[in-house]
């Protein structure tokens, strides 16, 4: 078979220029762009989608990548962020730029103010008894490190076992894997079944008084499939185990309630969830955090220092160690502002109705094989499928995609190396959706998916 030689050119971007126009003067366009955008939208005969109603309030997506509109779904990876978001962050550097909890003056007060404020925002938003059980860390990697060390390293010891599943995240994963070494503890791995969803049977029967927590994701980042937690939260409870719950997938997607699901943890990323990145949280039982020893040292975490000990402050302060990402915590409570004001029964119904869109359409395709469980009237997706084209590289696929049609999905493992190599593949790729996206963005991505295919066919 010929080589087949394919030159890639760098992306380029057709947009505003920062140099040559005002920021009051972008505001001005988005502004027009809102209103052209809305009339023609209200002209057609289709009812008004959530992705059409929101789309407008994201600069971002109104640009050209590479000569083509730009179709965004790698929303998996990141969201994209909301001009309310995006003010917020703004609005802190320019008017109240200062640090927290440590000044007396009006600055370092307003800044406080609504640090806290995002706290609160975060703890309604899962439903936390209290603001004092979130913790604000860099990302939901760190918040589970966090877990991984103070709790890990407090309570585990020889012979106690870590319940996982294949599908876990590298976050999930690696921690794991190093506080199992230095402790003893043994890690236990549940597959996937015939429908490919992790087997649930199956970590029932794994758990037992051995079992000291289990960790596993509430939505996964390859498959599309949720776990029941709550079951499991009972099921491990049981035996006197914990539950750490990575909810990357669900808290931004559906209606997270720490309380009824009853986790010990939770983690979340903001960047996912249409804030800044470089922020995240955990979710902790009061009890859980109070009895924990702090994971980083410094200022801010301390009640009193001494020249031989110090004492700690009380969570979740203990955990929060030097100057946090204040800007980004405060933009975080402004995307939960805008979340909520959407509700997130309507974003996960509407995704719902995308996921399965996307699903038909792009099993459609000859020689395309989609990885996880099939829709169903018992099994929702969530809104992102993997897959991979008989012969064809996922990395490929992708490129063409980026620089022939502006479409923007992944391609790789997606930091899910373990579930890809049962799965029998290195890397797959992956088109992720978020309520700002459309049918039609599904239709573009269909019609450029079935163009790559056919170019590179035409080598065969």
Request: proline residues 4%.
């Amino acid at each position: 078979m010929e080589a087949v030689v394919v030159t890639m050119k760098l992306p380029s971007f057709k947009s505003l220029s920062p140099n040559a126009i005002s920021i009051s003067s972008v505001h001005r366009s988005f502004s027009f762009l809102r209103r052209s955008s809305s009339l023609s939208v209200a002209s057609s005969s289709e009812p008004v989608s959530l992705g059409h109603h929101t789309r407008n309030d994201f600069r971002i997506l109104h640009q050209e990548v590479n000569g083509s509109k730009l179709v965004y779904l790698d929303n998996a990876a990141t969201s994209q962020k909301p001009a309310a978001v995006l003010d917020a962050l703004q609005n802190y550097y320019e008017f109240y730029n200062s640090n927290v909890h440590r000044g007396i003056h009006y600055l370092s007060a307003k800044a406080t103010d609504e640090f806290e404020l995002a706290r609160k925002k975060v703890a309604r938003f899962i439903n936390a008894s209290d603001s004092r059980e979130i913790v604000f860390t860099r990302n939901a990697t760190e918040a589970i490190n966090l877990v991984a060390y103070s709790w890990g390293l407090s309570n585990l010891k020889p012979g106690d076992e870590v319940i996982l599943t294949v599908a876990e995240h590298h976050s999930c994963i690696v921690p794991w894997q190093i506080v199992s070494q230095k402790t003893g503890a043994v890690l236990k791995f549940v597959t996937l079944n015939e429908d490919e969803i992790p087997d649930i049977d199956m970590l029932r029967e794994m758990i037992s008084s051995k079992t000291k927590l289990v960790a596993v994701h509430h939505v996964s980042n390859v498959l599309a499939s949720s776990l029941p937690i709550e079951e499991i939260v009972v099921w491990a409870h049981d035996v006197g185990a914990k539950v750490l719950v990575d909810a990357c997938q669900s808290v931004p997607h559906m209606v997270v309630d720490v309380q009824k699901l009853n986790a010990d943890f939770l983690v979340a990323s903001s960047h996912k969830m249409c804030g800044p990145t470089g922020i995240g949280f955990l979710y902790g039982k009061s009890d859980l955090l109070h009895a924990m020893p702090p994971f980083l040292g410094g200022g801010e975490m301390i009640s009193d220092v001494f020249l031989d000990h110090s004492t700690y402050a009380e969570p979740p302060s203990r955990f929060e160690a030097g100057t946090p990402a204040i800007g980004e915590a405060i933009a975080l409570g402004a995307a939960v502002d805008y979340l909520s004001g959407i509700g997130m029964s309507k974003i996960h119904e509407y995704e719902v109705e995308l996921s399965n869109y996307l699903y038909e359409k792009l099993s459609s395709l000859p020689n395309v094989r989609i990885y996880g469980p099939k829709p169903s009237e018992k099994v929702n997706r969530a809104a992102l499928c993997s897959f991979n084209v008989e012969g064809l590289h996922p990395t490929d696929l992708a490129t063409f995609l980026d620089q022939q049609h502006g479409v923007a999905i992944r391609s790789g493992h997606h930091c899910a190396q373990p579930l890809h190599r049962y799965l029998g593949v290195n890397a797959s790729a992956r088109a992720s959706l978020y309520f700002y996206n459309t049918k039609e963005d599904v239709d573009s991505f269909i019609v450029a998916l079935a163009d790559t295919v056919s170019f590179f066919d035409s080598f065969k």
